[in-house]
Nanobody, 115 residues
């Protein structure tokens, strides 16, 4: 059974940092593209960052230079390091695993940026 479990969300002040983790099981992790998405209240879910099976990365323009996605294939885990957080980064962050026509989602973790 495929499972993606996010952790690391919370409340942080503007300018602060958080690191999200997504631990996976039930998949051959190294084969999968891994992504982080977010959904703010009243808005559509949007792609934040993706990392390919080969380690290539891509980011939404809104987070370039502030967020870093990485993966540890030995731990079957993907990370999202978020620095210089802004109130507009407030959202539920979801982990996604994609390989060929198979996709899976985590349950999400809340990130709130507020003073």
């Amino acid at each position: 059974q495929v499972q993606l479990v996010e952790s690391g969300g919370g409340l942080v002040q503007p300018g602060g940092s958080l690191r999200l983790s997504c631990a996976t099981s039930g998949i051959i992790f190294s084969n999968y593209y891994m992504g982080w998405y977010r959904q703010a209240p009243g808005k559509q879910r949007e792609l934040v960052a993706v990392i390919t099976s080969g380690g290539g990365t891509n980011y939404a323009d809104s987070v370039k230079g502030r967020f870093t996605i990485s993966r540890d294939n030995a731990k079957n885990t993907v990370y999202l390091q978020m620095n210089s957080l802004k109130p507009e980064d407030t959202a539920v962050y979801y982990c996604n695993a994609y390989y060929r026509f198979s996709t899976a989602w985590g349950q999400g973790t809340q990130v709130t940026v507020s003073s």
